[in-house]
């Protein structure tokens, strides 16, 4: 299986991350301990939504459509409601 996570920094709450990986709780730990540049400079973060595919090119597929122009939007509206 594949994933396509999205996370929520717990020190900014107008911050999110989306991203791929065959394994969430590995993913997540090293976003929390390891992480570098975007996902360092706002640890600690909190599983939002994950959306689990069979197929790596599907998944692969979904996350650039979430990062791009109209997927930015279906994000905003149905995986990250306003707290």
């Not at 929390?32 to 599983?47: C, D, E, H, Q, V």
Request: hydrophobic share 35%; charged share 30%.
């Amino acid at each position: 299986m594949h994933f396509v996570y999205i996370l929520k920094s717990l020190s900014d709450k107008s911050r999110y991350y989306i991203g791929i990986t065959d394994n969430i709780d590995r993913r997540l730990n090293e976003h929390n301990t390891k992480g570098s540049g975007y996902s360092k400079r706002y640890a600690p973060w909190g599983l939002t939504t994950f959306i689990a595919f069979k197929d790596k090119n599907t998944a692969e597929k979904f996350e650039i459509y979430l990062k791009a122009g109209s997927g930015q939007a279906f994000l905003k509206k149905h995986f990250l409601p306003e707290e």
